[in-house]
């Protein structure tokens, strides 16, 4: 079986039509109906279409001939012999033989070609992936990976513009750098003056409407009056102008963005950016490619995410190894000692790891989760500040899930209750709700499944209640 000479026979076809027979053949009917085979096959179904074939196709195993079925699939396999009891196997020389008919398939269908076959398949790839990959708009971590790259893209932009504007309106009122030095005011102040001979007192409310600050606008119209600079004509001022106007505008935009940003993370990662930040959490998902692969990260790999090189650097010249990467921007890190550094960026790497996964893997996103866990790493550096002894990790995530629980319990009481009929009437009206009961238990099932624990004993009774009075309703 595993010999070359076997697995080079199974390309043979003359070879492999000795050993295989075709006995029959059902094709799809429809692209559909391959789609909808093909996907409950990976759920572990076996779909109708299927169980007729074999009904009709294989005989059925007498005590002395037993009758194998040889699947590809185990979950297919065993979902085969629980519907039908058919004896299954994937293994030993099931694999050789499904190579060979796979390899051969064309052959051994009259009318079907290669070229026919491969079309086929790629038609079902591309649909059966496209219905497998289901995104949830509202949690796309593509579009926040996006966002931090262009954010970044957009400082590095803006101070190299303003700088620009600096050095280019310097020639004309040098005087004026040195009493308005922020990048974005200046631009704005620019765009404001013009030409400084122009400057006079009639301009000294827009100055302070825009600088805030009526000291300075006094100084630049006093700045103005004894400038060193050189004159400028109109055609290099309008420039200046419009490319200040050009800078604001970006200065604007990457504050919309930033917003945007905060959205976004509140809607994918709420837990991580409570914990860590808007930006610096963004970066994290964006240097790991996606929340789900954060998620898989553990602890040590999160905390010096970012430092691949000096890592590397390290680990070649045996020398430390990093303390931080990313993680080097949180408050955290700049807040502790010189001594502790290396412990808070350690204990808040492992509070990011799991606060990622939850993000990941929680159906409703709260950040009842990342403020506790924010919590712990401020009570952390009070105790290694004062000595005060923090809260158990236990005890902190139990109040957590208790909160959680409150809260989408609250999210998915929004919509106000019915009050409860009498009895009598409640009976005639089961049978009319009964769906609607149905989904209702179903949502409480569902609601304990997920860990949650039953604030009293009281909604539990009532369910039974509601059952014996559902089937009382059937009955009659």
């Given at each position: ?20 027979k075709l006995i029959a053949f059902s094709p799809f009917k429809t692209a559909l109906a ?148 922020e990048n974005y005011m200046y631009a704005k102040v620019t765009q404001l003056i013009k ?229 009598k009437k409640r009976k005639s009206e089961v049978l009319e709700n009964g769906t609607q ?40």
């Amino acid at each position: 079986m595993l010999l070359p000479q076997v697995e080079a026979s199974v390309t043979d076809l003359s070879r492999f039509n000795s050993v295989v027979k075709l006995i029959a053949f059902s094709p799809f009917k429809t692209a559909l109906a391959a789609l909808e085979s093909i996907n409950s096959i990976s759920e572990g179904i076996t779909p109708e279409d299927l169980q007729l074939f074999l009904d009709s196709c294989i005989p059925k195993a007498k005590k002395k001939e037993k009758v194998v079925l040889g699947v590809s699939d185990p979950k297919l396999g065993a979902s085969i012999t629980e519907t039908l009891g058919i004896k299954c196997d994937h293994t030993g020389v099931v694999p050789e033989l499904i190579r060979g008919i796979r390899f051969h398939f064309h052959s051994l269908i009259k009318g079907f070609t290669a070229k026919s076959s491969g079309v086929a398949q790629l038609g079902l790839g591309h649909s059966y992936s496209r219905a497998k990959v289901k995104f949830n708009v509202h949690r796309v971590d593509n579009m926040i990976i996006q966002s931090i790259a262009l954010l970044d893209q957009l400082d590095k932009d803006i101070n190299t513009f303003s700088m620009r504007i600096r050095e280019w309106y310097s020639y004309h009122f040098p005087e004026l750098v040195k009493i308005v030095p922020e990048n974005y005011m200046y631009a704005k102040v620019t765009q404001l003056i013009k030409n400084r001979k122009e400057l006079t007192e009639e301009k000294l409310e827009a100055l302070e409407e825009v600088l805030m600050d009526s000291a300075k606008a006094q100084a630049i119209i006093d700045a103005s009056k004894s400038s060193m600079g050189m004159d400028i004509s109109p055609v290099d001022l309008l420039n200046i102008e419009m490319f200040a106007a050009r800078v604001i505008a970006l200065a604007d935009y990457r504050k919309q963005l930033s917003e945007y940003l905060r959205s976004k993370m509140a809607g994918v990662a709420p837990n991580l950016a409570t914990l860590i930040g808007d930006q610096v959490g963004a970066r994290l998902i964006a240097h790991a490619g996606s929340l789900t692969n954060l998620a898989k990260y553990p602890a040590s790999t999160v905390q010096i995410l970012g430092a691949e090189k000096a890592l590397f650097r390290a680990l070649k010249t045996k020398g430390n190894t990093p303390k931080y990467g990313l993680l080097f921007h949180s408050t955290f890190i700049g807040r502790a000692g010189t001594k502790n550094k290396g412990r808070i960026s350690r204990y808040l790497a492992n509070k990011c790891s799991i606060a990622s996964r939850i993000d990941c893997f929680t159906d409703i996103p709260t950040k009842v989760f990342g403020e506790k866990l924010r919590q712990q790493v401020e009570d952390r550096l009070k105790f290694y500040e004062t000595g005060e002894i923090p809260k158990k990790n236990i005890d902190v995530m139990k109040e957590a899930v208790e909160e959680a629980a409150q809260v989408i319990a609250s999210m998915e009481t929004e919509t106000p209750k019915k009050k409860k009929k009498k009895d009598k009437k409640r009976k005639s009206e089961v049978l009319e709700n009964g769906t609607q009961n149905g989904t209702e238990n179903g949502d409480e099932n569902s609601f304990v499944e997920n860990g949650v624990e039953n604030e009293t004993e009281e909604p539990v009774k009532k369910k039974k209640k509601k059952k014996k009075s559902k089937s009382l309703g059937e009955a009659e």
